[in-house]
């Protein structure tokens, strides 16, 4: 079964719109981060936004923030007033308890139109 | 700009040659990770370094290695170079191997094996 599933391979904005990036995960640990990276045409992955298994609020930075609800394991991203520098490639990844690594959604493409 | 560094940007090769992949990590990290982008694979964690030591593996294939100098820059060799090892080649670092440590990405290195 996947980890980390996202289910809009490609979404359409307006700018200055709100859009929400879908994200479900699966795990038993009790322990684990979710994460959130923007990839643009030019190739590099940036990270973007921080959630923890025991955060209490949901994570916000700047115009990012993450819709975390816990009980149906998703950790949705949510970009308020879209801008046409937002076009990209978004990945939601998972980091359990334990262990190091990130596993990594498909992602989504978001296109963000003027 | 994440801070990591990675050289080379882009690298051609032919099918049976050795590469190798430099990386060095944000001032202060002491994790390294490699990941690899495909097409068809889509983002896979191949191998964690901390402080010079092989912390974790995935899907890394016996053909590659890689290793974590005393400077902390890390190194991927590949080897015997197939066309399917064609892929965007990520670095990433963080500060520890904490499960809230957020792990900053380098610009990759695009290799193409024709």
């Known amino acids: 079964a996947q980890k980390i599933t996202q289910t809009q391979p490609g979404m359409f904005v307006q700018e200055k719109e709100a859009v929400t990036l879908d994200c479900t995960y699966d795990t038993s640990d009790p322990s684990y981060g979710l994460f959130w990276y923007k990839q643009p045409s030019s190739g590099e992955m940036i990270f973007l936004i921080y959630?923890?298994?025991?955060?209490?609020q949901n994570a916000t930075e700047g115009r990012y923030s993450l819709n975390f609800q816990k009980a149906r394991k998703s950790a949705n991203l949510v970009i308020s007033a879209s801008q046409l520098g937002d076009s990209a490639m978004y990945f939601c990844?998972?980091?359990?308890?334990?262990?190091?690594?990130?596993?990594f959604g498909k992602g989504t493409m978001l296109l963000v139109s003027p | 700009d994440s801070g990591v560094t990675q050289t080379p940007k882009h690298l051609i090769t032919a099918t049976g040659q050795r590469v190798t992949l430099r990386c060095s990590p944000r001032?202060?990290?002491?994790?390294v990770y490699w990941y690899q982008q495909s097409l068809d694979q889509g983002l896979q964690f191949l191998i964690q370094?901390?402080?010079?030591?092989?912390?974790a593996k995935g899907n890394i294939l016996e053909r590659f290695s890689a290793q974590q100098f005393p400077d902390l820059h890390s190194e991927l060799n590949l080897s015997s170079l197939e066309l399917g090892d064609s892929a965007l080649y990520f670095c990433?670092?963080?500060?520890?191997?904490?499960?809230?440590?957020?792990?900053?990405f380098g610009p990759g290195t695009r290799l193409t094996v024709l």
């Open positions: 959630q923890g298994s025991y955060d209490q």
């Open positions: 990433a670092s963080s500060v520890f191997d904490r499960d809230t440590d957020t792990q900053y």
């Open positions: 990844a998972m980091r359990e308890g334990g262990y190091s690594t990130l596993t």
């Open positions: 001032s202060g990290d002491l994790s």
């Open positions: 370094y901390y402080n010079g030591e092989e912390r």
